[in-house]
């Protein structure tokens, strides 16, 4: 089990412009957090400061109580991180990267090669481990960095932006080997896939412009907002009079975003006049949305139901 906790970070690259500004969160556990944000939001300045490559210009921060800022070298053996920008030794096979990755960390070669297949085991790449990496596909190599990471034997690891740019079967196979290493460690990873964070995290923590908007699970999310429902209709269907905000997609179906009693209503009376539709709990997607952008882009102002 890890405590993480940080207190009013902030951070400048530049003068005048805050890359973080006075954020603050702590979390107690194994599992998964995810920061999410916009590009430029700040998600890997948060991340590298956590990960002692970076120096704040205030605020704390502390694992397991061992303040990391002050103290980075006690608290540097517990973690690993992958950078955004993190690639594989492309003339090294899987297990040469690990290995050669755990020689630096400090290990003797017998207990580097032997943690190496393990780890290549776990994240499920054992077939691949002779080939060079520049051979093998943008998946295993990012499963080759993960069980590098893996292999450290680290509590608290830290993965920014860990599937951007893979395919979909890549992507889900990450989560599954993600899903699978979160029971015993902590794992905080950046994203600005919302599907991925909604699939994977615990805890999310959302980032905008350098401050922290809201942070929770995604039930606790999903409280913070005025809506927690969505029904969806397919274009040109029955329009149904609800208290809450429409939003129009672009083929022309409609979502009504509403609270609970009401969503029920509309469901019943939907039902009866039998129309087809879906009704589910709001998605990170809906939340981002309302937490980012307080007033929509894509609200179609003229069927807005705000005024009910
Ligand atoms: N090395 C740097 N020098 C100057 N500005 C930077 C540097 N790294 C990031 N920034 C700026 O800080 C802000 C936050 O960036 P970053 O933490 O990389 O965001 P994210 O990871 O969410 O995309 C952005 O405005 C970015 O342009
Ligand atoms: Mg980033």
């Given at each position: 089990m890890v405590s993480l906790s940080f207190s009013n970070i902030s951070k400048s690259y530049t003068k005048g412009k805050k890359a973080l500004n006075r954020v603050s969160f702590s979390y107690d556990g194994n599992g998964i957090l995810a920061l999410i944000?916009?590009?430029?939001?700040?998600k890997t300045t948060l991340i590298r400061i956590l990960a002692t490559e970076l120096m704040p210009d205030s605020g704390t921060a502390s694992i397991d109580g061992i303040d990391l800022i002050k103290d980075p070298d006690r608290v540097r053996g517990d973690m690993s991180i992958v950078p955004q920008e993190a690639r594989t030794i492309?003339?090294?096979?899987p297990a040469q990267n690990i290995t050669t990755y755990l020689l630096y960390r400090g290990l003797s070669y017998k207990e580097a090669s032997l943690r190496a297949l393990k780890a290549m085991e776990e994240v499920g790449i054992s077939e691949y481990k002779?080939?060079?990496?520049?051979?093998?596909s943008g998946g295993t190599k990012r499963k080759t960095l993960v069980a590098m990471i893996l292999a450290s034997e680290s509590r608290l690891i830290f993965l920014d932006?860990?599937?951007?740019?893979?395919d979909p079967i890549s992507r889900e196979e990450l989560w599954n080997v993600l899903n699978k290493l979160k029971k015993d460690r902590l794992i905080v990873l950046t994203t600005h896939y919302l599907e991925e964070a909604e699939r994977l995290a615990d805890r999310i923590c959302v980032i905008e412009d350098g401050k922290l908007m809201a942070h929770g699970t995604m039930d606790e999310l999903r409280m913070k907002?005025?809506?927690q429902y969505s029904i969806r209709l397919p274009a040109n269907s029955y329009r149904p009079r609800a208290r809450g905000r429409l939003v129009r997609g672009t083929d022309g179906g409609m979502q009504i975003l509403t609270d609970e009693q009401e969503a029920f209503r509309v469901s019943k009376e939907l039902i009866k006049k039998g129309i087809r539709f879906s009704s589910n709990p709001v998605s990170l997607e809906d939340i981002f949305y309302f937490i980012?952008?307080?007033?929509?882009?894509?609200?179609?102002k003229e069927g807005n139901y705000d005024e009910w």
């Open positions: 944000g916009r590009n430029g939001a700040g492309g003339w090294l096979t002779d080939t060079v990496t520049r051979k093998l932006e860990p599937t951007t740019g893979l907002i005025r809506y980012v952008k307080k007033s929509i882009d894509r609200d179609d």
